[in-house]
């Protein structure tokens, strides 16, 4: 588990790998804690590791978004 605090932004980041996502002790301990945070009106946001291949699910990602932005070029006609 790793947690970056921004004091500036107040804004609390909490990873978690995939197996600790998965302990219901660690989420247990973690809900008193994320509690304080909002009190003091942070953002508390939980990153959890996936399963996926890294790689492909990112690659699927920018191939997804190039195409939705060349039919958006397309559509605008920047692109004959």
Request: zero cysteines.
């Amino acid at each position: 588990m790793e947690v970056n605090l921004d004091q500036e932004n107040k804004i609390v980041e909490i990873w978690l790998t995939h197996s600790e996502s998965q302990d219901e002790e660690l989420r247990q301990i973690l809900k008193p804690q994320i509690a304080e945070y909002h009190q003091k009106k942070f953002l508390v946001v939980v990153y959890e590791s996936g399963k996926a291949d890294l790689f492909e699910t990112t690659r699927d990602l920018l191939q997804h978004n190039l195409h939705l932005s060349a039919s958006k070029a397309a559509k605008e006609g920047i692109i004959a």
